[in-house]
């Protein structure tokens, strides 16, 4: 090599990006990261366990106490109209109003509430503000919420859904 041979200009020399790619490859990969966990809802973590423990045994209690009560009936969702048939062990259900929660399984946004209001012994009647589709996880629950019944469904639907409590929790 003489003191006259050309040297190609720093960017274009293959040792150069053979050493650079990788830490530029990972500050764009920090910042990406960043980006996502800056923008993204920690709805999902929680800081008090033992809150979120007592809770579930709350939930196994109710749904229990449903199984005692031998909950069980029709639910119907046609157009925007709900009417829910519901018996105990002791017969038609006789509460004054039931509340219907339906969870959408990854957007809290699309979840919905229906209030049913009693028409009769065992016959509930109560109005959708949307129409939903899709997967819904339901929880039909009483007035003083000490039980509910939960499972899941699909909307719409053409046939009128079986709730029934469960036996166990673990069902």
């Not at 509930?124 to 003083?144: A, K, T, V």
């Not at 939960?150 to 929790?169: D, M, N, R, V, Y």
């Amino acid at each position: 090599m003489t003191d006259n041979t050309p040297v190609a200009p720093w960017y274009r020399q293959p040792w150069f990006w053979f050493l650079a790619i990788f830490p530029l490859a990972s500050i764009i990969f920090g910042l990406t990261m960043l980006a996502i966990s800056v923008n993204l809802d920690t709805a999902m973590v929680t800081d008090d366990y033992s809150k979120e423990g007592r809770g579930i045994n709350m939930a196994i209690a109710r749904d229990q106490k449903a199984s005692e009560m031998q909950v069980s009936g029709q639910l119907e969702l046609t157009n925007r109209k709900a009417t829910l048939t519901l018996n105990t062990k002791d017969g038609p259900a006789d509460f004054p109003y039931l509340v219907l929660h339906l969870y959408h399984p990854t957007l809290e946004d699309k979840d919905s509430v229906i209030q049913f209001n009693r028409l009769a012994d065992g016959e509930y009647s109560g109005q959708m503000l949307e129409d939903l589709e899709g997967r819904r996880y339901y929880d039909i629950q009483g007035p003083d919420n000490n039980w509910r019944v939960k499972g899941e469904l699909w909307l719409p639907a053409e046939h009128p859904i079986t709730i029934q409590a469960k036996a166990s929790a673990q069902e």
